[in-house]
């Protein structure tokens, strides 16, 4: 017998019973369904490929949600159980949906299937160019535990599976159109004893050498295979400069500013200067009304995360980037930028001040170290290699921006700088965040308005406190 009939064939002789199975590993599957649900909301089109009887489909959040699965005994089950989402009996090798989704959910299954190229190759009718696929799996090295499991009877003993590390199944996605992006494991404990789990899975599974242990591998992932197929789109871009005491560099940013893009408006932000930064802007803005779209607002608030939420909130742009009016990052380096995020390459776009060697002024030795301080703390953070956090240059889509401002109460209003806020709102809604290395230029007008211990204590409690936020939940 083919092994695809007789995997079919376990599922369909479990399916009336499987609900209270899975209702006794319920700490093990809802832990699943909180992690999808920290990317997902309520605005979101979702798929599950082996959707099984529905029980984590209903559980995620989103607006209209389907499940298809090759078991026509699981498939009723499912519309029995959940009669608001759409189930489908079909192959996931050959999915017949002419629909679109924002995420596709492979969640246990990959194991099972017969040959994951052609499922994976069968997602691409299912996705858009910014569809999100999340999948979750075991990690190999349990293995044994789950063979022994099933020999003294806690677990159900099911059809071999294909035991896949990380390395594989990046690699398959990769040979299908797609690329991981984020990568994490989670329980290294998948039972509920009260306050032992806790402290073991919310503390102990997250931090190095430990979380490698961990039974539960997810991995995120994004389809690349149409970004040669497609040519990429021109976008408008707005550029928002926030300004306090950089009166001599106002017009230089719009003299080495080239074109790029179908449009590009710019936004200057002025707040709370001593010197004349407003007035030459005012003077800048009517000397060259006639070449470029200059608008001027002054903020009421303080801080750059004030300035540039004042300037994103007016924006026009389908590309939002900042610019800090210092023009350590050289604003010719900003058509790189464009070009990364609106070719897909990445959907964030991180300036990195850490990869050439700066000019002698550019950054003194305690802010170079403290950068490289955060850099592994964020990278740690966030799953993914970040090496500069604080570069004033991030790039992202308006749309994103808007997404992320809805969202912004999940971290709080603890950054008065704005860019954790911007890395950990990318982080949340599930971005890939890209750095874009640059050259770092001395200072040629003014003084910076960063204090290194004093900022420093603010962004190591940022940290801590997204830590709570982002690992340890």
Not at 20 to 33: G, V
Not at 102 to 109: A, K, N, Q
Not at 244 to 252: F, Q, T, V, Y
Not at 431 to 459: A, C, M, Q, W
Request: aromatic share 14%; with cysteine.
């Amino acid at each position: 017998m083919h092994r695809k009939e007789i995997i079919k064939r376990y599922f369909d002789s479990i399916a009336d019973g499987y609900a209270k199975y899975r209702n006794k590993f319920k700490y093990y599957y809802n832990d699943i369904a909180k992690y999808f649900n920290y990317y997902l909301n309520e605005d979101n089109t979702i798929i599950e490929i082996g959707c099984g009887n529905g029980n984590l489909l209903n559980k995620l959040k989103g607006k209209d949600k389907v499940g298809i699965d090759f078991s026509q005994k699981m498939i009723l089950k499912a519309k029995e159980l959940y009669p608001d989402i759409k189930f489908y009996n079909q192959d996931a090798s050959n999915i017949n949906i002419d629909k679109k989704f924002d995420v596709v959910i492979l969640s246990d299954v990959i194991g099972y299937f017969d040959n994951l190229i052609e499922v994976f190759e069968s997602l691409e009718s299912l996705c858009h160019s910014r569809t999100k696929i999340l999948i979750s799996y075991y990690n190999f090295i349990w293995e044994p535990f789950l063979k022994f499991g099933e020999f003294i009877g806690i677990k159900k003993k099911s059809p071999e599976q294909s035991w896949l590390t990380k390395k594989d199944i990046e690699d398959i996605l990769y040979l299908t159109g797609f690329e991981s992006f984020r990568s994490t494991k989670r329980l290294l404990f998948p039972f509920n004893i009260p306050l032992f789990s806790y402290i073991v899975n919310k503390i102990i599974a997250r931090l190095p050498v430990f979380n490698f242990f961990c039974i539960n591998q997810f991995i995120n992932a994004r389809p690349v295979f149409h970004l040669k197929e497609t040519p990429q789109p021109e976008y408008s871009t707005t550029v928002v400069i926030p300004a306090r005491n950089e009166s001599g560099n106002i017009e230089d940013a719009i003299k080495r500013l080239s074109q790029f893009g179908k449009h590009i408006e710019i936004i200057y932000v002025e707040g709370n200067s001593t010197d004349d930064t407003w007035e030459t802007i005012k003077k800048i803005q009517e000397k060259y009304k006639e070449t470029h779209d200059i608008k001027i607002i002054q903020q009421q608030g303080k801080g750059k995360a004030d300035a540039v939420r004042k300037g994103f909130s007016i924006a026009t742009g389908d590309i939002l980037m900042i610019l800090d009016a210092d023009l350590t990052v050289p604003p010719e380096d900003l058509p790189k930028f464009y070009n990364a995020i609106a070719s897909g390459k990445g959907e964030f776009i991180n300036g990195s001040r850490l990869v050439y060697p700066m000019e002698k002024e550019a950054m003194r030795s305690l802010n170079t170290m403290g950068n490289k301080f955060f850099s592994l703390v964020f990278s740690w953070l966030l799953e993914q290699p970040i090496k500069d956090t604080l570069c004033g240059t991030k790039v992202m889509f308006r749309e994103d921006y808007i997404k992320l401002q809805k969202n912004r109460k999940f971290f709080g209003e603890f950054d008065p700088f704005g860019d954790y806020d911007l890395l950990f709102g990318a982080y949340k809604l599930n971005l890939k965040i890209v750095d874009l290395p640059v050259r770092y230029r001395e200072r040629t007008y003014g003084n910076t308005n960063i204090s290194r211990f004093k900022h420093g204590i603010i962004l190591l409690k940022m940290c801590l406190y997204a830590a709570c936020k982002i690992k340890f939940w």
